[in-house]
């Protein structure tokens, strides 16, 4: 019996001896994990809790500003507001129907919001935050806000102020500046060039919330304050780039552009972009809208709309609107590329200025089995080399770059830049398109000289042009200035400066010559004349092989102008191109010139450069009409007198009651005016003549024998008024006008083949 009592209490024993043991394993494992958890994964448990028991809030910085080289705003942030609603406190709500209301309320206020999206997003019951709408403007805003008092649904809707990108005038720059998208991340131009250094960086605040959602006060409520973005200085100036961009539009509609067009107007020195634009272009603040350039274009496509072909045309015309023309395409320069050929060979001392040269219309290349056309069929006879270059004569140009040869040509291609990238601040910079050293043989060479059978951007072609412009050196385009932060000061500047010498000045200086005296008399340029200034231009007129119309014929053509002036002391380039020309010429002297001629006329007096005119260019200046309303007829006649100004008193009154023209007007300096008095009136009874195809002596005596008067814009370099003719006139023909009133005349070269 005691042995059986002693088996049963050893079992027992036994028994509860492990069922300690256990209890003492798994306390001794649970103290493990304790111990792990609160040493080795501390953190990452600690961070999981206060992730389901706090709410962070980024805070978004304050994106960096974009000035002008003057300080003008060119974009920067504006207040907007997010629209979001609690459904947590939706469901909680004691309003009867509050989602309903919600729905309904938010959707008659807020343009596209939709009834039934608020009513999927308020059915998230277990959310708190559900955007109903971005970037809201102020005046919506406060509707919604007057909305919410009125209901009580403080906790339940929530208007929150956010920021938005705002680009001041529009699309004004709008290739260089870009936009940005989504939280306002840049997308395009300098936005997406800088955007690191715009964004600044975004801070937070964490609060802790009960299991209902409530903000309670605990030890872990965060705020980090953000740092806002750096500003950029650009070099663009707001003034030159509407002059650039009023132009382009000129040109393209009076003109047409199957492919656009782009300019770029550059300080020489520096390589400052002063302007830079491709049109059409975009809105900065509506990109994603496209201009109806675009729209025409997908017309034309026959897609259907809704199918993913027309989808892809449409946004593939949406990215092509984006693009910044001069960096991203590419084009053969033409006859503006002689401005090199002529430098380089002038600097190898294998033609002087006054050597002659015979052009037939063609050249045969030693070697090669048929000639090479130049641009004039006849030919342009015999001609010292320095009217060669003016009358862009092809024949002499291959005839000397043979005379450099292919390698040390290269070799200055390679100098000037031709081959690699500008290294422009902005995205998308294509590289040229040149033929390898191997391939580059005497034909290739020969039509080089003329700037055929390679392809280069505008951007680079400008800077080329721009080295002899400043006496041989080449400098690297750019459009910021500086960076600078919140308080202005200067965080860093770009004063690139000139780098490598390429051409000799005295060579550089010759060339400026050249081309002042063929815009000054009967060059290929001369529609780029400006009354006052010396302006060195070039034209160019290039095929584009490979694009064939619908006969299968290569007649696309592409039409461009660069100049720099003035002349004595270069300054500004200004390069305009006209891709597909469709309005009738397609020469750059024509659809070109005049428009590189008015950017010149608008920009040169802004930036400080003087006039001078020659006793030929003064005796063609127009005058300003005095203001003689209210004085004595004596005084007034007394003042004409002594200005010598012609004039005719109309009426028997003593005062002077209106002029015609009226005063502040321009008119010629050998114009009429008349003067009324007492109750005469002007009548519009005098009709103006049609004057267009005219040249300036028959339009003048057409319009003057009218009793009207003239002012003459354009061409005027003409010594004897018969070279250039009236391409538009305003007042239109067949207007009914006061006598004395004041025809506006433009001349231009019609007779351009380059």
């Excluded at 830079?276 to 274009?297: G, H, I, K």
């Excluded at 002391?569 to 750059?588: F, H, K, R, T, W």
Aim: glycine share 8%.
């Amino acid at each position: 019996m005691r042995s059986k009592l002693k088996a049963v209490f050893t079992s027992s024993l036994w028994r509860s001896g492990i069922v300690l043991a256990g209890f003492i394993l798994a306390f001794a494992y649970l103290a493990l994990r304790i111990y792990i958890l609160q040493t080795e994964n501390f953190d990452e448990y600690r961070k999981a809790v206060m992730e389901q028991l706090t709410t962070k809030t980024e805070i978004a910085a304050g994106r960096g500003n974009i000035y002008d080289r003057n300080g003008v705003m060119l974009a920067t942030d504006t207040t907007v507001y997010r629209i979001f609603i609690s459904p947590k406190d939706i469901s909680e709500c004691e309003t009867e129907n509050a989602e309903q209301i919600i729905a309904k309320g938010l959707s008659e206020l807020l343009e596209g919001v939709e009834y039934e999206k608020v009513m999927e997003k308020a059915a998230l019951t277990h959310r708190l935050d559900e955007t109903i709408k971005k970037d809201v403007e102020k005046e919506d805003a406060d509707r919604v806000r007057a909305f919410i008092e009125e209901h009580g649904f403080e906790d339940e809707i929530h208007v929150q102020p956010t920021s938005k990108r705002y680009y001041c005038y529009d699309g004004l720059a709008a290739s260089v500046l870009g936009f940005t998208g989504d939280q306002n991340i840049g997308r395009y131009g300098l936005e997406v060039q800088y955007d690191e250094v715009l964004s600044g960086t975004n801070g937070f605040y964490v609060t802790a919330r009960d299991s209902h959602g409530i903000e309670i006060p605990t030890e872990y409520e965060v705020y980090i304050e953000p740092q806002d973005g750096h500003s950029l200085v650009t070099t663009i100036d707001r003034y030159i780039q509407s002059a650039l961009e009023e132009q382009l539009k000129a040109t393209y509609e009076e003109n047409g552009a199957g492919e656009r067009v782009c300019g770029i107007v550059m300080d020489v020195n520096t390589g400052e972009i002063l302007a830079m634009a491709t049109y059409p272009s975009f809105n900065c603040n509506t990109p994603n809208v496209l201009d109806q350039f675009y729209l025409d274009r997908i017309a034309k496509s026959g897609l259907v709309e809704g199918t993913d072909e027309y989808n892809d045309f449409r946004y593939a015309q949406l990215l092509n609107s984006w693009t910044n023309k001069t960096i991203t395409d590419t084009y053969m320069p033409g006859s503006t590329f002689k401005i090199l050929t002529t430098s380089m060979c002038l600097e190898e001392k294998v033609v002087s200025v006054g050597e002659q040269f015979y052009c037939r219309g063609s050249y045969l290349v030693p070697g090669y089995s048929r000639p090479i056309s130049c641009h004039k069929k006849t030919g342009h006879g015999s001609q010292s080399f320095a009217r060669a270059l003016q009358q862009s004569c092809n024949p002499a140009m291959m005839e000397i770059a043979l005379r450099i040869g292919s390698e040390k040509f290269y070799n200055y291609v390679d100098a000037l830049g031709y081959l690699d990238k500008t290294g422009v601040d902005l995205p998308g910079e294509q590289d040229s398109i040149f033929h390898a050293p191997a391939n580059f043989n005497q034909v290739e060479l020969a039509t080089a000289a003329f700037g055929q059978n390679f392809n280069i951007t505008a951007l680079q072609q400008i800077r080329g042009v721009a080295a002899i412009a400043n006496g041989g050196y080449l400098v690297t385009p750019h459009v910021v200035k500086e960076i600078v932060d919140s308080d202005g000061n200067v965080v860093q500047s770009f004063d690139l400066g000139k780098t490598r010498q390429v051409i000799s000045s005295d060579v550089c200086r010759t060339v400026t010559e050249i081309l002042e005296e063929g815009v000054a008399t009967d060059g290929g340029a001369k529609n780029a004349y400006v009354a006052g200034y010396r302006i060195a231009a070039k034209t160019g007129t290039t095929e584009k092989i490979g694009k064939f119309d619908e006969q299968g014929n290569e007649s696309y053509r592409i039409g461009s102008t660069v100049a720099y002036a003035p002349a004595e002391n270069p300054q500004v380039a200004v390069l305009i191109v006209v891709d597909e020309p469709q309005n009738g010429s397609v020469y750059g002297s024509i659809v070109a010139a005049p428009y590189v001629a008015n950017v010149m006329k608008t920009i040169l007096p802004y930036m400080g450069v003087e006039a001078e005119y020659s006793d030929a260019e003064l005796a063609k200046l127009s005058r300003k009409v005095p203001s003689y309303v209210g004085w004595s007829v004596n005084d007034a006649v007394a003042s004409l007198d002594y200005i010598s100004l012609d004039y005719e008193v109309i009426g028997d009154g003593d005062v002077v009651t209106k002029l015609v023209p009226k005063a502040g007007s321009e008119m010629s300096r050998d114009g009429k005016l008349y003067v009324y008095t007492g109750d005469a009136q002007p009548a519009s009874n005098v009709t103006v003549p049609d004057v267009l195809g005219k040249n300036a002596t028959v339009a003048n005596v057409m319009i003057t024998n009218n009793k009207l008067n003239i002012l003459i814009t354009g061409s005027t370099n003409s010594q004897n008024g018969s070279g250039p003719v009236v391409v538009s006139q305003s007042p239109a023909a067949g207007e009914k006008v006061p006598a004395g009133t004041v025809v506006t005349i433009e001349l231009r070269y019609l007779d351009g083949t380059d």
